[in-house]
């Protein structure tokens, strides 16, 4: 009994470690705002490509906003409207393993405004 205790502080003390000394994972964002209407394509969609650093918004229906913070705190903020097609920023250089959140907001005549966030890491 004595042992097992031991191991299992011993794994617990190094998984730990380990996490904390990590970068975080960094991944690929996206979210999107539909209806059951709208089961084929979204209303809005944005996507955040972490391998170019680029943000894109898409409006499939009325108005899209997509925006986030970036580390120095300028926002980055694209808007597009369902006849503009998909909109992108270009490489935005941002620094690895920074917490942000992402926000998509659309608007429709009908629906009016819908918001939708995520935070993750870049």
Same mark, same amino acid.
């Given at each position: 009994? $004595? $042992? $097992?205790?031991?191991?299992?502080?011993?794994?617990?003390?190094?998984?730990?470690?380990?996490? %904390?000394a990590?970068?975080a994972?960094? /991944?690929?964002?996206? %979210?999107?705002?539909?209806?059951?209407?709208?089961?084929? #394509?979204?209303?809005?969609?944005?996507?955040? #490509?972490? %391998?170019?650093d680029?943000?894109?918004?898409?409006?499939?229906?009325?108005?899209?906003s997509?925006?986030?913070? $970036?580390? /120095?705190? /300028?926002v980055?903020?694209?808007?597009?409207?369902? *006849?503009?097609?998909?909109?992108?920023?270009? /490489?935005?250089?941002? *620094?690895?393993? !920074?917490?942000?959140? %992402?926000?998509?907001?659309h !608007?429709?005549? #009908?629906?009016?405004?819908?918001?939708k966030?995520?935070?993750? !890491?870049?």
């Open positions: 009994m $004595r $042992r $097992r205790t031991l191991l299992v502080a011993f794994v617990s003390a190094v998984l730990s470690t380990t996490m %904390l990590s970068p994972w960094a /991944n690929d964002v996206t %979210l999107k705002i539909d209806r059951a209407a709208t089961a084929k #394509d979204p209303d809005a969609r944005a996507h955040w #490509d972490d %391998l170019t680029t943000l894109c918004v898409r409006a499939f229906t009325g108005f899209a997509a925006e986030f913070v $970036r580390p /120095n705190g /300028n980055v903020d694209l808007n597009v409207w369902a *006849r503009d097609g998909r909109k992108c920023t270009g /490489n935005l250089s941002i *620094r690895e393993d !920074y917490r942000t959140t %992402l926000y998509l907001r !608007y429709r005549s #009908d629906i009016g405004w819908r918001v966030s995520v935070g993750f !890491y870049t």
